[in-house]
């Protein structure tokens, strides 16, 4: 799982803005995990 969450983190840092609005919902879910 670690892994899949630094390939997204790294392709999310790339992202547009306007596609990091659309991703937000799936990064806060990752954030809880994270901090859980």
């Known amino acids: 799982m670690d892994q899949s969450v630094s390939v997204f983190v790294d392709c999310y840092i790339?992202?547009?803005?306007?596609?990091?609005?659309?991703?937000?919902p799936f990064q806060f879910?990752?954030?809880i995990?994270?901090?859980?």
């Open 29 to 31: 879910e990752t954030n």
């Open 14 to 24: 790339c992202m547009p803005a306007s596609i990091k609005e659309s991703c937000f």
């Open 33 to 36: 995990i994270l901090s859980s």
